[in-house]
């Protein structure tokens, strides 16, 4: 089943009246629930465009050439309003970043349980969900320490168990592994993966690692605002089994 | 505690937003209480006058002004709408005018005790000793209002010394907060004495000791307008001047609205200003953050949650300056009024009412201040504000 299907989406950025960028010219994408799906490209091509309207960060232009459509597990969210996307981004969706997006005056902890918040899970049931996901990065003895006291790969650590302390149907990651070297990218490529794997959660990420690419389950190929290889599920990835542990926003 | 630390984070600039709220409120706690004690004067003067007419020689007011004859009070009980008279000689206690330098001047009054024949209705109340009765006449007795005697250092039982005769405190009133507190209540003989005095010899002369007077207080029947009774005064005796409750409120309340009002105004423009700077605070502040904005808005924070966040934070910056400044308006007010107090003149009355307003005015003024910036704040767009350096 397609968790994310999307049809027709465009965006063009407008500098001014005379200048504008066709970030996107009409993608047709759609990935499978439980996959974990990297998209490559050239820097340029559109990649982190589309994530964000993946991410409802942004709407695909409504207006010119075919209507644009976008669903979430078969729900139309194209055309949601700013709160009913924030919602969903808040109960369904976890992002990461590639240079992190700690907020700098919280603690780790503070920082995971802010998600908490947003999806309407605050108190000692956030407060436990956030120890929670910070010992599933292996950060539980970091809780009290402040981005500024973490190293790159903690933080990007502490930024994926903020990601996942609602448990999101998809995990969306621009270039996750951006800022950090090989070994510490490794990690955070396991972890994604691991996640992937015990909850059946949906990755996409954007990536200009090749390595990373290999060791996700597929890679999408974006050129200059348009989709060109969608790649093939691999074999033994396929194989793997995908523990179907239904996505639950909020915990009982 | 996360907001402290947020404010923490941005010590010298909140430090000195807060600074200008404190200031603002300070202004206003300083300035209201003034406006508080002029407020309280002319109501307790209002209460006072209300129920009666009190006659002056013509040009004077409120009983004081040229010389009258206390024979007036019998040709005034005799008119249609009057039911009582009573002949009342007042003066200042000081005739230094840098004594008063505010407010009314402690004032002498002298009248027989009991010529109302109980029909003021004004009430005293003692904080110790006793209120002078008729058998008092010929003696020189006083009974000192509540300031006055903590200027005079005065206890009832010693002597004080007025216009350089020695009277006999045989009484102290508990606090009015209006004219009777800088009063010293004689007989109406002694005051008569103190009066003749201050006359010159030409014309204190030809006058009886005993029948001057400065004013006539006269007490309509029940039921009689005081302002038919005014005409009336004043078609049957020439040379007076009558005043009414009405009179009172037009003359003095006009006045004093004003000048309340410009204090007020005072310290709501000292305020403005304090205000505009919790907004250039607040709008630094979300321009320092854009990018915890843009991060909050992407993992899921609503706008009106943006919103909340901006306007607690300058909430909070408005209450601790209001705060603040009801300390300092609070030591200025009381340090004010113990200074005044040897010259009789207590500027300020801060009440819970204007404390309490001008913090929560404070409080307010901060979360409107921030109403713009957290509008700003909750319109950014998240992947705009993500990639903001
Ligand atoms: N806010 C914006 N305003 C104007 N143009 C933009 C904006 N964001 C992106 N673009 C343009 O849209 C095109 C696609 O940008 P996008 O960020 O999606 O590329 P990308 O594939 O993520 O590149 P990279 O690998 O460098 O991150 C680029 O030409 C970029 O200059
Ligand atoms: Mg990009």
Known sequence: MAILEGRNLRKTYRLSRRNTVEALKGVEISIEKGEMVAIMG??????????????????????????????????????????????????????????????????????????????????????????????????????????????????????????????????????????????????????????????????????????????????????????????????????????????????? | MRLVRDLGRRKLRSTLTITGIMIGIMALVVFGSMANKIDALVKGGSEYYKDKVTVSAKGGTMGLGGVLSTRMVDQIETLDGVDVALASTMMMVSDDASAVSMGIPPMIVGSIAGSDKGRETFKLNYASGRALTPQDEGSNVVVLGSDLSKQLKAKVGGTVTLRGETFQVVGILEPTLTAPDNEAAVPLAAAQQLLIKTLPALIADKLNVNEIATGLVVYPKPGVDPQKVADEIKAAIAGVTPMTGKDFDKQIGAATSVLSAILIGIGLISLLVGGLSVINTMAMSVAERTREIGIKRAIGASRWRIRREIVIESAVIGLIGGLLGLTLGFLITALGNDAGRDSGTILFDLTFGTALSSVTFATILGAVAGFIPAWHASRLDPVAALRYE
């Open chain 1, 42 to 252: 050239p820097s340029g091509s559109g990649k982190s465009t589309l994530m964000h309207i993946l991410g409802l960060l942004h709407a695909p232009d409504p207006n010119h050439g075919p209507a644009p459509e976008l669903r979430l597990a078969g729900e139309d969210v194209a055309a949601l309003s700013d709160n009913a996307r924030t919602k969903i981004r808040a109960r369904r969706m976890g992002f990461v970043f590639q240079d992190f997006n700690l907020v700098p005056t919280l603690t780790a902890l503070e920082n995971v349980t802010l998600a908490c918040d947003y999806a309407g899970i605050g108190g000692k049931l956030g407060r436990q969900a956030g120890l929670e996901a910070l010992a599933l990065v292996g950060l539980e003895d970091r809780a009290n320490h402040k981005p500024s006291e973490l190293s790159g790969g903690e933080q990007q650590r502490v930024a994926i168990a903020r990601a996942l302390v609602n448990k999101p149907e998809i995990i969306l990651a621009d270039e996750p592994t951006g800022n950090l070297d090989s070994d510490r990218s490794a990690e955070v490529l396991a972890l994604l993966r691991q996640f992937n794997r015990e909850h059946g959660q949906t990755v996409v990420l954007v990536t200009h690692d090749s390595e990373v690419g290999e060791a996700c389950d597929r890679v999408i190929r974006m050129r200059d605002g348009r989709i060109r290889d969608y790649g093939q599920r691999a074999a033994a990835t396929a194989a793997a089994p995908v523990i179907a542990v239904p996505a639950v926003a909020v915990p009982a």
